[in-house]
């Protein structure tokens, strides 16, 4: 099974900006879609953005649009989502992972992302 450990994640300010990286242990290409995810504090872990096999197509959840951008790098078996004009409500820990989920989907440790003034 491809494992993923994700890095990049912080503390900032509203209205800054994080690159979140998700390295994957094998081939992500085998994989297909590959997504990103996050968990807030006492909710459920939600749906962020996903990336076609080939990174031409990209989909994103209203939270998202337009402030964050998601891609891969295939030849490195890695996953990245830049996100910018970070709002408060975009604190969460952040994972990636296959899209769509299923039963037996691996989650890595995820990243930590804060938001605050």
């Known amino acids: 099974q491809v494992t993923f450990v994700e890095s990049g994640g912080g503390s900032v300010q509203p209205g800054g900006s994080l690159t979140l990286s998700c390295l994957a242990s094998?081939?992500?290409?085998?994989?297909?879609?590959m997504g990103w995810y996050r968990q807030a504090p006492g909710r459920q872990r939600e749906y962020v953005a996903r990336?076609?096999?080939?990174?031409?197509?990209?989909m994103y959840a209203d939270a998202a649009q337009d402030r964050f951008f998601i891609s891969r790098d295939n030849a490195k078996n890695a996953v990245y989502l830049e996100m910018t004009n970070l709002k408060p409500e975009d604190t969460a820990v952040y994972y990636c992972?296959?899209?769509?989920?299923?039963?037996?989907?691996?989650w890595g440790p995820g990243t930590q992302v804060t938001v605050s003034s």
């Open positions: 094998g081939s992500i290409v085998n994989i297909g879609s």
């Open positions: 992972t296959e899209a769509p989920v299923r039963r037996t989907t691996y």
């Open positions: 990336i076609s096999p080939t990174g031409d197509q990209a």
